[in-house]
């Protein structure tokens, strides 16, 4: 383990970078975000904003135990995101919360390349990396959301 745990570089991954490693479970969980995202940016599409918050984003990369398969994480399916009615909509504003520095890179290395390759649909210019502890940025975070914007927060550790 790291001196400090906050700054555990989990596992390296095929592109060089961490990874976390997860067990098998973590496709089923990750499988959820595929399935809902598309319906609630539907169901939201006379929001005024729909914006998302993950509080614990990681290093954007999974890395099963048990077969070493390497799995996109939930910020990066969520920016890829977009609805199954209206495929032109997506979220339109994304916060990423990292405590682990080398998870912050590693998840902003990532979200450039998908915003290079064309696979994240929130606006380059919106999507947020926010280095530091999600219970010191989370009031600050939501002060920036209206009461009429969608939010969807992910606090899963």
Do not use: Q, W
Request: proline letters at 6%.
């Amino acid at each position: 383990m790291p001196a400090n745990p906050t700054d555990d570089p989990g596992v390296d991954s095929a592109d060089g970078m961490p990874a976390r490693e997860s067990g098998e479970y973590a496709k089923r969980k990750l499988a959820f975000i595929d399935y809902y995202c598309p319906l609630a940016i539907d169901a939201t599409e006379k929001k005024r904003a729909r914006r998302y918050l993950d509080l614990f984003a990681g290093p954007g990369l999974n890395i099963i135990r048990e077969t070493r398969e390497e799995v996109e994480g939930g910020a990066l399916r969520v920016l890829a995101s977009r609805g199954r009615i209206h495929p032109e909509l997506s979220f339109d504003e994304a916060f990423l919360v990292n405590l682990s520095a080398s998870d912050h890179a590693a998840l902003k290395a990532r979200v450039e390349r998908a915003i290079a390759g064309n696979r994240c649909m929130v606006p380059p210019g919106n999507v947020h990396h926010e280095h530091g502890d999600a219970n010191e940025v989370l009031p600050r975070l939501l002060a920036h959301c209206h009461k009429l914007d969608y939010v969807l927060v992910f606090a899963d550790i």
